[in-house]
Antibody, heavy 120, light 112 residues
Framework: QVQLQQSGPGLVKPSQTLSLTCAISGDSVSSDSATYDWVRQSPSRGLEWLGRTYYRSKWYNDYAESVKSRITINPDTSKNQVSLQLISVTPEDTAVYYC??????????WGQGTMVTVSS | DIVMTQSPLSLPVTSGEPASISCRSSQSLLHSNGNNHLDWYLQKPGKSPQLLIYLGSNRASGVPDRFSGSGSGTDFTLKISRVEAEDVGVYYCMQGLQTPFTFGPGTKVYIK
């Protein structure tokens, strides 16, 4: 049974960096059939896909244009986890952030969610 | 980006009765492989979204058979044959055809 356990701070100051980690159990971050994605949810923007990392003989990343200049999603094979970094945050980045596992073009496993507030 | 719309946005239901949600995409979700890249998710109150239906009509593991998905191209439907109390929450459709993957605004289902 695949599980995703998220961790990271719930409060980030404006202009600073949001950093979250997603620990994977029951599967490998290097799986050649899965992707590991980040999705956020806010009242104003609804569910918003941010980006993904996946391994197909080499590592790939895709990012949403809306955050492409600020986002990095990295796999950590030694810890079997995925990280999200979003730099230069503003209050508009306040949201619940979810780590998800993509399989067969759907998100079949979700993390528990992390509420991140951007405020001084 | 592909825009997803849903109707209705709010759906009062009676336990034991059927329910139906519509989802429409701004462009066809039919892939050259013959699959429609449309998924349905349910977000129960206070929980993370959970996958119900993938590739238009395939029930995810553990999903009761009262849930069914249909449609092709740009028009899709999620049907619940007999609503149960545990089915309340917000239902989202999502297109998985191309990045950025995009979600509909959600349909809130509640018991009358």
């Amino acid at each position: 049974q695949v599980q995703l356990q998220q961790s990271g701070p719930g409060l980030v100051k404006p202009s600073q960096t949001l950093s979250l980690t997603c620990a994977i159990s029951g599967d490998s971050v290097s799986s050649d059939s899965a992707t590991y994605d980040w999705v956020r949810q806010s009242p104003s923007r609804g569910l918003e896909w941010l980006g993904r990392t996946y391994y197909r003989s080499k590592w790939y990343n895709d990012y949403a244009e809306s955050v492409k200049s600020r986002i990095t999603i990295n796999p950590d094979t030694s810890k079997n986890q995925v990280s999200l970094q979003l730099i230069s945050v503003t209050p508009e980045d306040t949201a619940v952030y979810y780590c998800t596992k993509g399989y067969k073009w759907a998100f079949d496993i979700w993390g528990q969610g992390t509420m991140v507030t951007v405020s001084s | 980006d592909i825009v997803m719309t849903q109707s209705p946005l709010s759906l009062p239901v009676t336990s034991g009765e059927p329910a139906s949600i519509s989802c429409r995409s701004s462009q066809s979700l039919l892939h050259s492989n013959g699959n429609n890249h449309l998924d349905w998710y349910l977000q129960k109150p206070g929980k993370s979204p959970q996958l119900l239906i993938y590739l238009g009509s395939n029930r995810a593991s553990g999903v009761p058979d009262r849930f069914s998905g249909s449609g092709s191209g740009t028009d899709f439907t999620l049907k619940i044959s007999r609503v149960e109390a545990e089915d309340v929450g917000v239902y989202y459709c999502m297109q998985g055809l191309q990045t950025p993957f995009t979600f509909g605004p959600g349909t809130k289902v509640y018991i009358k």
